[in-house]
């Protein structure tokens, strides 16, 4: 009689591998081992760089981009030291934000994530790019996006209008401070046009219903 576990595994390919939460860390490298083990604290500061609490009190400062740290063990034997591999290990867990990006509230969907550190404070699931479709909310048109912008609604002029974006009309319920989006209507001109030959609306952000990551239909 087969297990049931393994009629599970083996006739469900999408079930989720299974793997221990942490590294068996008696087959790590000491380091290594340290850095997964020992009290630390990992704060970003911004522009790739991490300050890194120790157990012994003492604070060194991590540039992952550069791979280095100003310990000793990194400045004076040029190891890879504890610092380095924690600041990678917590980027990686999704604890503290990658080089480039900070903790902060998505313009989009309003919740707490990884934003970039310049440009829309706009997170990874609300990110869109030249070339996506989204929906008009209020016409329930199809458009595509031509570029996320920096600038919010409040900020963004719409010169035929005399007005602002978020002070459109139709803008109304969305919030002054969402980013704009420039769109292009897919059948506005030739059906070859190419996106830069095409007219530009600016949409504040959540206006737009973005398909979640898939294939198109
Ligand atoms: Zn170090
Ligand atoms: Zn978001």
Same mark, same amino acid.
């Given at each position: 009689?087969?297990?049931?576990?393994?009629?599970?595994?083996?006739?469900?390919?999408?079930?989720?591998?299974? !793997?221990?939460?942490?590294?068996?860390?008696?087959?790590?490298?000491?380091?290594?081992?340290?850095?997964?083990?020992?009290?630390? #604290?990992?704060?970003?500061?911004?522009?790739?760089?991490?300050?890194?609490?120790? #157990?012994?009190?003492?604070?060194? $400062?991590?540039?992952?981009?550069?791979?280095?740290?100003?310990?000793?063990?990194? !400045?004076?034997?040029?190891?890879?030291?504890?610092?380095?591999?924690?600041? *990678?290990?917590?980027?990686?867990?999704?604890?503290?934000?990658?080089?480039?990006?900070? !903790?902060?509230?998505? #313009?989009?969907?309003?919740?707490?994530?990884?934003?970039?550190?310049?440009?829309?404070?706009?997170?990874?699931?609300?990110?869109?790019?030249?070339?996506?479709?989204?929906?008009?909310?209020?016409?329930?048109?199809?458009?595509?996006?031509?570029?996320? $912008?920096?600038?919010?609604?409040?900020?963004? *002029?719409?010169?035929?209008?005399?007005?602002?974006?978020?002070?459109?009309?139709?803008?109304?319920?969305?919030?002054?401070?969402?980013?704009?989006?420039?769109?292009?209507?897919?059948?506005?001109?030739?059906?070859?046009?190419?996106?830069?030959?095409?007219?530009?609306? #600016?949409?504040?952000?959540?206006?737009?219903?973005?398909?979640?990551?898939?294939?198109?239909?």
């Amino acid at each position: 009689m087969t297990h049931p576990e393994h009629t599970a595994a083996s006739s469900d390919s999408a079930a989720p591998r299974r !793997r221990p939460l942490a590294p068996d860390t008696a087959r790590l490298e000491a380091r290594s081992a340290r850095a997964w083990t020992e009290p630390m #604290a990992v704060r970003p500061l911004g522009g790739g760089c991490y300050a890194v609490d120790g #157990a012994s009190g003492a604070t060194y $400062t991590v540039a992952l981009p550069d791979g280095d740290c100003d310990c000793p063990d990194r !400045r004076f034997r040029g190891e890879r030291c504890k610092h380095l591999r924690r600041v *990678a290990v917590e980027v990686t867990e999704g604890r503290v934000p990658p080089p480039g990006q900070r !903790r902060g509230r998505c #313009a989009g969907c309003r919740r707490e994530a990884f934003v970039p550190e310049d440009g829309p404070a706009v997170c990874g699931d609300c990110w869109v790019e030249r070339g996506d479709r989204a929906t008009d909310r209020e016409t329930g048109d199809s458009v595509v996006v031509y570029r996320l $912008t920096d600038e919010t609604a409040a900020e963004r *002029a719409v010169p035929a209008a005399d007005c602002t974006v978020a002070d459109y009309p139709a803008n109304d319920g969305y919030p002054d401070d969402d980013p704009v989006v420039e769109v292009v209507y897919p059948f506005d001109g030739a059906p070859d046009a190419d996106l830069d030959d095409r007219r530009r609306y #600016a949409f504040p952000l959540s206006r737009l219903v973005i398909p979640a990551e898939g294939p198109a239909v």
